[in-house]
């Protein structure tokens, strides 16, 4: 199956701190340093996670890079839950 880039949509995420642990900053968030370290293909503007339409990367990368940033919340709230 070819890969089909996304070209016609701008993606936002809203980056909130409801669940997160309570001494979490944002210089202590391991999501916010995952983003500033240019590991996503998401970038940061404030408090909004952005896909622009001019990235040219396949669903299934940005599905990854998704996931990929929800287990970076996940480990974190988990690691918060067993302190």
Known sequence: ???TTITGLDVVIPIT???CPKNMTMETCP??????NGKTVFYQDEDKLILDKSHKKSWEEIGSDYERMHEICT?????QKTK
């Open 31 to 36: 999501l916010r340093k995952h983003v500033a």
């Open 75 to 79: 480990e974190c709230q988990t690691q």
């Open 1 to 3: 199956m070819p890969i």
């Open 17 to 19: 701190y409801n669940g």
